[in-house]
């Protein structure tokens, strides 16, 4: 799945949503959605066919509990009750198979702040691509990690200072073609997380105005090739198991067919 247009039509020109009606759908398009209906209210998501890797950032503005589900066409599930007395602010997520949510209720006393930015925020959304170390500002909202041009197969990437990163999370999109691991770091020269080819298929990085955050964005169980020979044998590519490579022979040149020893 490729992100960068849906990175491009989601977050150039986000607005927000602003739901004040019971069974609303959320707009594809549209990055940040306020809860505010005024009693518990039903909130359907897009169809999965119309969702992508990127997150809804999601706010309960009152104390009602609002439930967030699957759009009709795939299925009934609830992903997330959201309540502004327990969580009250979550990231809800398609990673291609399922709807997942992260509460982000808990990440900082500041989670208000960040959603009201992102309420409020409307710009152009610059897409940048690094394939070494580098600092990024604030206009760089979307950074392509291209395999890298340094020894040991990762670089770094620096974070702006906390009081210019405006609240407004940048997203790293994994668009390496080989090993590759990228340390986020913050503005200090400090690591907050990692983002290692064939685990993750990017990350988002947010700011509570004092402390920066890495929420990865796990890959499929398991990373194959883009294409495969008929009838090769599977190999794991590395130690961690999430990795898969072509075989060595295929099977019909290990065992004749129509052989004793055919299997």
């Known amino acids: 799945m490729n992100a960068l247009p849906l990175i491009n039509l989601k977050y150039s020109n986000t607005g927000y949503q602003d739901i004040t009606a019971d069974l609303s759908y959320i707009e594809n398009e549209k990055g940040a959605i306020r809860l505010n209906v005024g009693g518990a209210a039903t909130v359907y998501l897009p169809p999965s066919s119309d969702a992508c890797l990127l997150p809804f950032f999601i706010f309960a503005n ?21 309540n502004s007395g327990g969580i009250a602010f979550a990231m809800v997520t398609w990673n291609g198979f399922e709807w997942k949510y992260q509460d982000a209720t808990g990440l900082s006393s500041g989670s208000q702040a960040l959603l009201n930015t992102l309420l409020t925020r409307n710009d152009s959304t610059g897409v940048i691509a690094v394939s070494d170390n580098a600092s990024i500002t604030v206009a760089d909202q979307v950074i392509k990690l291209l395999d890298d041009s340094v020894a040991g197969n990762a670089y770094d990437v620096t974070l702006p200072a906390p009081a210019t990163f405006e609240a407004m999370p940048f997203f790293f999109v994994m668009a390496a073609t080989g090993d590759l691991t990228v340390t986020v770091k913050n503005s200090a020269g400090s690591s907050i997380g990692t983002l290692i080819y ?39 590519d590395g130690t961690t198991g999430k990795k898969l490579k072509g075989g060595v022979a295929l099977v019909t040149s290990i065992v004749a067919p129509g052989s004793d020893a055919e299997v």
């Open 62 to 82: 009152t104390a009602h509990d609002y439930a967030v589900k699957e759009n009709p066409a795939d299925g009934t599930d609830t992903i997330v009750t959201l």
């Open 198 to 236: 064939g685990e993750h298929k990017g990350g988002i990085a947010v700011c509570d105005g004092t402390t920066s955050y890495l929420l990865p964005i796990p890959l499929y169980p398991v990373n194959g090739l883009n294409s495969s020979t008929d009838g090769d044998f599977v190999r794991f």
